[in-house]
Nanobody
Framework: NVHVRESGGDSVQAGGSLRLSCVASGVTVAMAWFRQVPGKEREGVASIDVLGPTTYEDSVKGRFSISRSDDKIKMFLQMNDLKPEDTGMYYC?????????????????WGQGTQVTVSS
């Protein structure tokens, strides 16, 4: 099993920035960020393959940037120009295969989440 742990969530004003971090106990092919608000399904935000390809949910394109460390066990999400609709619990996920589709079922390993709150 791979354990993942995320950090970096905070409360910010709209237009602000945050950087989320995730550290895994081992290298996996795919890592991703998902977010969830109460009463809604978990939605994919961004994902990254160990070789570099990335994908983003449409509403975050141009504002968020996903990256991995050289040792491939850390993942980051730089979030700029945050909007109130970005509010949610952000989860780090890791899996053995990557696809450009942000599907929660593709990821076997999940963190506990870190809360991001954006106020207007």
């Amino acid at each position: 099993n791979v354990h993942v742990r995320e950090s970096g969530g905070d409360s910010v004003q709209a237009g602000g920035s945050l950087r989320l971090s995730c550290v895994a106990s081992g290298v996996t092919v795919a890592m991703a960020w998902f977010r969830q608000v109460p009463g809604k399904e978990r939605e994919g935000v961004a994902s990254i393959d160990v070789l570099g390809p990335t994908t983003y949910e449409d509403s975050v394109k141009g504002r968020f940037s996903i990256s991995r460390s050289d040792d491939k066990i850390k993942m980051f999400l730089q979030m700029n120009d945050l909007k109130p609709e970005d509010t949610g619990m952000y989860y780090c996920a890791a899996g053995s295969t990557w696809s450009p589709q942000l599907r929660a079922r593709d990821y076997a390993y999940w963190g506990q989440g870190t809360q991001v709150t954006v106020s207007s």
